[in-house]
């Protein structure tokens, strides 16, 4: 079975089980190659439903785990948004995708090698409104600050004050939190007259995340 059919195989999967009904992140799923973000050798798995291991000891989490949280997010066009921990740069690929040529993602990676290599992936696919910077994410990005989403790609034992002050009103946070690296919690917040109210979206895995307010 080709990449595309596999790709194709596991968006119909989503919609049918109902995990993901957001027709615009199917969309978006469906235009990024994930094969350009995964280590080479295992290209030949890109859409096999599971984390892949990427350079200094981190993961590329799994497409259901990705579409999950990109569905939490509640894109729209023209949006601010700032991702912690982008790894190989896929998930800020997928929300490139979906806030278009008039949003901007910036995505924060406190190891350089990935740093590197997440700049490297989004230029080859193509993707021109993602600022990649090597830095503590969990600080957030004042310069750019207030966004209207935030997502953490990495494990902390809550929420970082400065993304909840970095955050806009009525905006989103989307992090997965716990105080063990065996698992977590996904949760949206929606911040309200300066407060985060939280949703549970359900028991997931990452690894921790890295930096002052991080979990490593």
Same mark, same amino acid.
């Given at each position: 079975?080709?990449?595309?059919?596999?790709?194709?195989k596991?968006?119909?999967?989503?919609?049918e089980?109902?995990?993901?009904?957001?027709?615009?992140?199917?969309?978006?799923?469906?235009?990024?190659?994930?094969e350009?973000?995964v280590?080479?050798?295992?290209? $030949?798995?890109?859409?096999?439903?599971?984390?892949?291991?990427?350079?200094?000891?981190?993961?590329?989490?799994? !497409?259901?785990?990705?579409?999950?949280?990109?569905?939490?997010?509640?894109?729209?066009?023209?949006?601010?948004?700032l991702?912690?921990?982008?790894?190989? +740069?896929?998930?800020?690929?997928?929300i490139?995708?979906?806030?278009?040529?008039?949003?901007?993602?910036?995505?924060?990676?406190?190891? !350089?090698?990935?740093?590197?290599l $997440?700049?490297?992936?989004?230029?080859? $696919?193509?993707?021109?409104?993602?600022?990649v910077?090597c830095?503590?994410?969990?600080?957030?990005?004042?310069?750019?600050? !207030?966004?209207?989403?935030?997502v953490?790609?990495?494990?902390?034992?809550?929420?970082?004050? !400065?993304? $909840?002050?970095?955050?806009?009103?009525?905006?989103?946070?989307?992090?997965?939190?716990?105080?063990?690296?065996?698992?977590?919690?996904?949760?949206?917040?929606?911040?309200?007259?300066?407060?985060?109210?939280?949703?549970?979206? +359900?028991d997931?895995?990452?690894?921790?995340?890295?930096?002052?307010?991080?979990l490593?």
């Amino acid at each position: 079975m080709s990449l595309q059919e596999q790709k194709r195989k596991l968006a119909e999967y989503w919609q049918e089980t109902g995990l993901v009904t957001d027709k615009k992140a199917i969309k978006a799923f469906m235009g990024v190659p994930r094969e350009m973000f995964v280590p080479e050798h295992y290209r $030949a798995e890109s859409y096999g439903d599971y984390p892949l291991p990427l350079p200094s000891g981190q993961t590329i989490s799994q !497409p259901t785990t990705v579409m999950i949280i990109t569905q939490a997010l509640e894109l729209h066009t023209g949006q601010k948004v700032l991702e912690v921990g982008a790894g190989s +740069g896929y998930q800020a690929a997928i929300i490139a995708e979906m806030v278009g040529s008039k949003g901007t993602v910036y995505a924060t990676e406190i190891i !350089p090698e990935l740093a590197a290599l $997440a700049g490297q992936n989004l230029k080859m $696919a193509g993707i021109k409104n993602v600022k990649v910077m090597c830095m503590d994410g969990s600080r957030g990005y004042e310069k750019a600050a !207030p966004y209207d989403r935030i997502v953490v790609s990495a494990a902390c034992s809550e929420i970082p004050k !400065p993304l $909840a002050e970095q955050l806009k009103e009525e905006g989103i946070i989307v992090a997965p939190v716990g105080n063990s690296w065996q698992g977590q919690q996904l949760i949206k917040a929606r911040k309200k007259n300066g407060r985060l109210e939280t949703e549970n979206l +359900g028991d997931f895995v990452f690894v921790p995340l890295k930096g002052k307010h991080g979990l490593d």
